[in-house]
């Protein structure tokens, strides 16, 4: 690409308000990775790279990795892999599986929509697959009446790094809701029953009719030899897919991403300054390194003396709950398994590989 | 569009007052705040409202 022709994208993408901060997506490199290699759940939501998740309505399953396998020459050290491992050969009308980035409502304001200024959006990111054809993405705005547009792309080798963009339209007639929940969707298709393809696919900005959402779409889930990569994904305003924009560190990535999670894993780490609440009870204050989005959900690991409170020796396998959020911190407390005296402080640690406590405020 | 499998849900209480629901999702067991916006408690708020899933009481 000529520098002329660099200037003139630039000019393009400045022109839509699209230069600063560009990328709306989070982690679209992938290269944050909190929670490690993951497998699918019927019928659930499953994080991996950080504020990806995978979606499966039904008996398929994947496994879900950060991959190294990226497009040559791009500046990209990872992708987001979905390896097939569950096949579903025969689609039922309510099958679905989508990979997708879910966004709060606050974040995608500068879209103007429900007003006559709407702006277009671009996406762009690479892709590899084995599953040649036809591929959706999903537009969706979850408003009270939920408004989407699909879009198809398709994978025209097999195994092969690709690069798509796909740019839209803004939607005038429906605002996305100013909050910090979730709001806007964008999603890649993997696989999707009747229910979803029988009508004729909706690509501009309309109410939601089921079976206008994803027809044309491949069964991605029909082999268990399949795959699929994906990098490089950036969001931005207007109509110009600019180049992925690789100026923003791995530690801003990491603190965008710890608002939406955060955990602590492994042995010899810190939990926190703890003290004993009474005779049978430790509580212990958890300063969060990000602002979290909401009150997030706790989850603790539960085997023999993962946590042990450091000046009493007095080793523990779990915590009961956590109470008191107000957005950077938390206090958490154990009742089982501890004794020691009322108001006896110590700082508490992990003390095995298996110890781990997880805060959840994903969308 | 935030579906779980959440086959247990019981308050966790602290002098008398209900501070979250211990709930096992997805095969595991979280601490979920009484806090509208999370997703885990607004899910568990649409199965209630569904009839599909009781919270227990606190022990």
């Known amino acids: 690409m000529s520098r002329a022709r660099d200037f003139a994208d630039l000019a393009g993408a400045a022109d839509a308000g699209g230069i600063t901060g560009k990328n709306v997506a989070i982690n679209g490199a992938m290269q944050v990775n909190q929670r490690g290699d993951q497998s699918t759940s019927a019928g659930s939501n499953t994080y991996f790279v ?3 998740n995978v979606y499966i309505q039904a008996t398929a399953a994947a496994n879900l990795t950060q991959s190294t396998d990226v497009p040559s020459g791009q500046g990209f050290a990872y992708s987001a892999k979905i390896d097939v491992t569950t096949a579903d050969t025969s689609v039922g009308a309510s099958d679905l599986g989508l990979f997708r980035q879910v966004f709060e409502g606050q974040n995608v304001q500068q879209l103007a929509y429900g007003t006559s200024s709407a702006k277009k959006l671009t996406l762009s990111f690479w892709v590899k697959s084995s599953k040649t054809g036809i591929h959706i993405i999903e537009f969706y705005n979850s408003a009270s009446t939920a408004r989407q547009q699909s879009q198809s792309y398709t994978i025209s080798a097999a195994d092969t790094w690709e690069y798509k963009t796909i740019t839209i339209d803004g939607d005038t007639a429906t605002a996305i809701d100013n909050t910090a929940n979730a709001e806007f969707y964008v999603q890649w298709v993997l696989y999707a029953g009747s229910n979803y393809t029988s009508g004729t696919l909706n690509t501009s900005w309309n109410n939601v009719t089921d079976a206008n959402r994803y027809v044309g779409q491949v069964n991605f889930f029909d082999s268990t030899s399949n795959n699929m990569f994906i990098t ?59 602002t979290m989005r909401a009150t997030p959900t706790f989850t603790s690991s539960n085997n023999s003396g993962d946590f042990g409170f450091m000046n009493n ?17 938390v206090n958490v407390y154990t009742i089982s398994g ?16 298996t110890s781990k406590i997880q805060f959840d405020a994903e969308l | 569009m935030n579906v779980m499998n959440i086959t247990s849900a019981q308050y966790v209480a602290k002098d008398s007052d209900n501070i979250c629901i211990k709930a096992t999702i997805d095969g595991v067991e979280m601490s979920v705040p009484l806090a509208p916006g999370n997703r885990h408690y607004d899910e568990i708020q649409r199965q209630v409202a569904a009839g599909t899933l009781t919270i227990q009481d606190a022990d």
Not at chain 1, 313 to 328: H, P, R
């Open chain 1, 232 to 290: 490089g994904v950036q969001l931005e305003v207007g109509e110009q897919a600019t180049p992925f924009d690789h100026s923003e560190s791995y530690g801003e990535t990491l603190a965008k991403c710890q608002r939406y999670y955060w955990q602590v894993a492994g042995s010899g780490l810190l939990v926190g300054q703890g003290f004993y609440f009474s005779s049978s009870e430790v509580d212990c204050i958890v300063n969060f390194p990000q």
């Open chain 1, 338 to 353: 501890v004794s020691g005296t009322a108001g006896y402080s110590g700082y508490i640690r992990m003390l095995n590989s």
């Open chain 1, 50 to 52: 950080d504020r990806f």
């Open chain 1, 313 to 329: 020796s007095d080793n523990f396998d779990t915590w009961t709950a956590q109470q008191f959020f107000d957005g950077s911190r």
